[in-house]
């Protein structure tokens, strides 16, 4: 910041780790620091309970991510498009929300790239069922219409 230009990836992760090392025994959180640079381009990189810091190729956070682990470790994939990774994301959240009632009932998306950062917003009413879940009402009352017009 002091020479004019936005500050590396690794340059923040690496302030958010030193803040978290320095308050471990205060802290009970663990950051997750991605963005895109020119001289890395897109970099994730994860702060555990300590202040550990750690380059990762993914990271996920939050009371959710303890139910979708295995499913993130089966289906994600270095070389996803973009198109792909946001629906990678989608059904990953959507299945903790499924199962931990502190995941909230929405998906929020950010995609960080050389074009600079898009957000989007799929609200819960919008999503698919996932497996063993009741579909939302809405979702529920189309079916049901549909099924008594054939």
């Known amino acids: 910041m002091e020479l004019g230009a936005e500050p590396a990836v690794a340059a923040v992760a690496r302030l958010a780790q030193e803040m978290c090392y320095a308050n471990k025994a205060a802290l009970q959180a663990g950051l997750i620091v991605a963005g895109w640079d020119a001289a890395e381009g897109g970099a994730v990189y994860a702060v555990p309970l300590g202040g550990t810091l750690v380059r990762v190729p ?44 502190s995941s909230g009932g929405c998906v929020r998306t950010v995609v960080i790239n050389a074009r600079g950062v898009a957000r989007d917003f799929l609200p819960g009413n919008q999503l698919e069922a996932t497996f063993g879940e009741l579909p939302a009402p809405e979702a529920a009352a189309a079916a049901a219409a549909a099924v008594a017009a054939s």
Do not use: N, T
């Open 58 to 101: 993914l990271a996920l956070g939050g009371s959710g991510s303890g139910y979708i682990q295995a499913l993130v470790d089966r289906a994600w994939r270095p070389d996803m498009s973009e198109k792909e990774a946001k629906a990678f994301v989608v059904r990953a959240v959507r299945h903790a929300i499924a199962r931990d009632g």
